[in-house]
């Protein structure tokens, strides 16, 4: 399968990369110059800017499916246009070219802000989505929903992957006492194979055109649930930080 890449400087894009590049033709696209990167010198490259509908449009020529990991958390202006139009472009690119895989990632807040993280256990990602007034939850739910429109208008498969707190496996700040362990963490490799199996999930398993996962951890509160993406998409997380619940536990 040919894939087009969006954001690709982000922290996970290593990760997405190594999981797809084995069985998969990857066509790589940022908006900063990748083509001095050695990390990309296997890969087709382009210097795409996903605000810019005629750039993300032609970048997708020739594609099977395309992944959206572009991400503005910060800035009030880019935060918008690149979380929420960058979708907009997106889907337009993907309803042009008739492409029908299209991986959709975003935060956890998407789904599930304060206002469900303070009071309850075992959330699924199909619940009501209360995203809160936060600049980069609200941003990435408005894309979400473009997305969603887009894709039940014009029969076109969305995969949205939700997922916060990326874990490597020994970062110095990995929390090592429960009460200090983010609800919803995953290693970055585990997240990476997330991508992976969204890309090659038979589409007869998707229960419509649009579904959402939770991609996170075995952890022992289980505050969010897993359970969807294990049984749909195939995906078992493999680092479920049981080192550090062991360690906490002793002490």
Not at 45 to 70: C, F, H, M, P, R
Not at 73 to 98: E, P, W, Y
Request: charged letters at 20%.
């Amino acid at each position: 399968m040919k894939i087009l890449i969006l954001g690709a400087k982000g922290m996970l894009t290593p990760y997405v990369i190594k999981a797809l590049e084995k069985d998969h033709e990857l066509r790589i696209t940022d908006v900063s110059d990748l083509s001095g990167d050695d990390q990309y010198k296997k890969h087709e490259v382009l210097q795409v800017d996903i605000t810019n509908l005629n750039q993300v449009t032609e970048a997708a020529k020739g594609v099977d499916a395309i992944i959206n990991l572009a991400v503005v958390r910060h800035d009030l202006q880019l935060a918008f246009d690149v979380n929420s139009i960058g979708c907009f472009n997106m889907m337009v690119a993907a309803k042009t070219h008739n492409i029908k895989r299209v991986i959709n990632t975003g935060p956890h807040w998407v789904a599930s802000a304060q206002s469900y993280e303070k009071f309850d256990f075992d959330i699924t990602p199909d619940i009501p989505h209360h995203p809160g007034t936060g600049l980069y939850a609200i941003s990435k739910s408005a894309g979400q929903e473009i997305c969603r429109i887009f894709a039940e208008n014009h029969n076109i498969n969305l995969i949205n992957l939700l997922f916060n707190h990326l874990r490597a496996p020994f970062e110095p700040r990995m929390a090592v006492r429960p009460e200090h362990f983010w609800p919803f963490s995953v290693a970055k490799k585990d997240a990476g194979m997330s991508l992976l199996a969204a890309i090659e999930v038979d589409i007869k398993k998707l229960s419509t055109t649009c579904e959402t996962f939770f991609i996170s951890a075995d952890v022992p509160h289980n505050q969010y649930s897993n359970v969807k993406a294990k049984e749909v998409l195939g995906w078992q997380p493999t680092n479920n930080f049981e080192k550090h619940w062991r360690q906490s536990a002793k002490k």
